[in-house]
């Protein structure tokens, strides 16, 4: 069953449109015929009984009946109109009911005084059917032939014209064949018509049928909707045919925007300027809401004319989220080698005070390396007992030692847990970046030495980091911050800008102090309370 109705859209066309057509040709035939039919009858009824009126009058036939004797010229007069109206017969009796007159084929035989009754009797014209012979049934149309004789009429005889149904049927027969020649005609039209119609949408589906069509529909929607990017599509008058889920969370459009013009549910100008570009986006940046967007849109081209456009979104705060899990990632794995690397030194120079037979400066550099982790993890344990502020601290103390710089924790610091929404990402590119590039500032210093404060007194927590390093120029401060400004060389300046961004999400300030010669110092606070929580 599923296999019959899964035809091709050319046998469906056609089969509906030879179904319809048979359809209303054949009602449309039988309706015309019957009418056509009954038309011929009651046309020939009045053909014949207004034909006998006419021959009622005739002055031939009149003088005919006021004189008694019945002329020749009286029957040729019938038979000349006989001919014209293609009667049968025509007959003319007199008031008895014998043939008075006669035209016709065959001999004039008798007449039936009855059917003559009421035109003798009433004076009535009228049209009436009967059999003379079982096979040929006769119409007649019946007229009285009255005499005016000054001072009164008189109906002195009657005259009959008769057709032949035969004939009648005959004429019905040949416009019956013309009608269906003519719906034959149309059949043939149609078909064709609807065989060209098929291939016109079949040229125009691409050779694809209906359920392909579906099937394609239906998985061009499962991956719209799957997919992360925004999509959406709009014709030449910018009415959006598709939009994806994706599309409307970062937008944040309504649910149904299908049809809707896009310069109603896009708010910001500058999108839809570059949306409705002639040439394509790669990779555009843009501001929208609160949200930094990335556009890429390529128009959709016909005959060298747009005809549409296709538009991708990404939310930039996704990719983001990706760089700094790569960043995550990266920096422990330098910490953790700079730490392994560190380890591996000193186990070496233990070993080989062990092999020369120097117990006692071995035992000594164990003691104080274990004096100093010991320090260290009472630090960052008894006061620092947030575990993502940990882990970024030992790794920078293995990162120093490594590079031989002093890596301090300023007494006074303390930090219990910190909120939820601050997490491990930014964390680790406020404090990583500034961490780091306050050991890039000390790298080349005689007096290696960078500190660290932080606490959590109060509503905000504040970290503080400095350095003993050549500092900033006057002016400096504003523009580290700068996206891709760097006094370490080209490709650089992507650290600070950083931190801000962070810093600004987390409702955060920073403050840069710093003197020629004397160092750098950057002080972070960030509130403990979100701003949505605020809101609540």
Do not use: W
């Amino acid at each position: 069953m599923e296999k019959l109705l899964r035809v091709s859209l050319q046998v469906k066309i056609l089969g509906l449109v030879t179904f319809l057509l048979l359809l209303v040709l054949s009602l449309v035939t039988i309706m015309i015929v019957y009418m056509e039919s009954k038309e011929d009858v009651r046309n020939s009824e009045n053909i014949a009984v207004q034909t006998a009126i006419t021959l009622s009058y005739m002055p031939a036939i009149q003088d005919a009946f006021i004189s008694g004797n019945p002329t020749e010229e009286m029957n040729d007069l019938a038979g000349q109109i006989m001919e014209e109206v293609d009667a049968a017969t025509i007959k003319i009796l007199n008031r008895q009911g014998e043939i008075y007159g006669y035209a016709g084929d065959d001999a004039p035989g008798t007449a039936v005084r009855e059917d003559h009754y009421r035109a003798l009797v009433f004076g009535s014209d009228y049209s009436t059917y009967n059999n003379e012979n079982e096979h040929d049934q006769i119409l007649k149309g019946i007229s009285p032939i009255i005499i005016d004789y000054g001072d009164y009429k008189k109906v002195e005889g009657s005259v009959a014209v008769e057709f032949k149904m035969k004939t009648i049927y005959q004429e019905i027969s040949n416009d019956i064949k013309k009608i269906i020649a003519a719906s034959a005609g149309v059949f043939i039209l149609g078909i064709a018509g609807s065989f060209l119609l098929a291939r016109s949408i079949r040229k125009d589906t691409l050779g694809l049928e209906p359920y392909d069509i579906a099937a394609l529909y239906r998985e061009r929607n499962a991956v719209l909707q799957s997919v992360k990017e925004g999509m959406i599509a709009f014709d030449h008058c910018g009415r959006i045919t598709m939009a994806n889920m994706s599309a409307r969370e970062i937008l944040d459009l309504p649910e149904f925007v299908e049809g809707r013009s896009i310069f109603e549910v896009i708010s910001s100008p500058k999108l839809l300027e570059l949306v409705n570009s002639e040439r394509g986006l790669v990779n555009k940046e843009l501001q929208y809401h609160d949200k930094t967007v990335i556009i890429n849109s390529s128009p959709i081209l016909e005959n060298d004319k747009r005809t549409g456009t296709v538009v991708s979104f990404r939310d930039k705060t996704e990719i983001k989220q990706m760089i700094d899990a790569i960043s995550e990632v990266r920096q422990y794995s330098e910490d953790l080698r700079a730490q392994a690397h560190e380890f591996t030194s000193k186990l070496y120079v233990i070993m080989g005070l062990i092999q020369l037979g120097k117990y006692q400066e071995a035992i000594t550099l164990i003691q104080e390396e274990a004096e100093i982790q010991g320090q260290v993890t009472e630090m960052f344990f008894k006061e620092i007992r947030d575990e993502k502020i940990q882990a970024i601290l030992l790794g920078k103390f293995a990162k120093a030692s490594e590079k031989k710089i002093s890596f301090i924790i300023e007494e006074g610091s303390s930090l219990h847990r910190l909120p939820d929404h601050i997490g491990l990402s930014p964390l680790l590119i406020i404090i990583g970046n500034l961490i780091n590039n306050a050991f890039d500032a000390v790298s080349n210093q005689p007096n290696k030495k960078v500190s660290f404060f932080i606490t959590d007194l109060g509503n905000d927590i504040v970290f503080e980091i400095a350095d003993e390093g050549s500092g900033l120029k006057n002016g400096m401060e504003e523009k580290i911050f700068q996206k891709g400004f760097s006094l370490k060389g080209k490709n650089r300046g992507y650290g600070l800008s950083n931190v801000m961004e962070e810093i600004n999400y987390l409702n955060g300030s920073i403050e840069v102090s710093s003197n020629e010669q004397e160092g750098t110092i950057f002080t972070v606070i960030l509130p403990k309370i979100s701003s949505q929580a605020k809101l609540l």
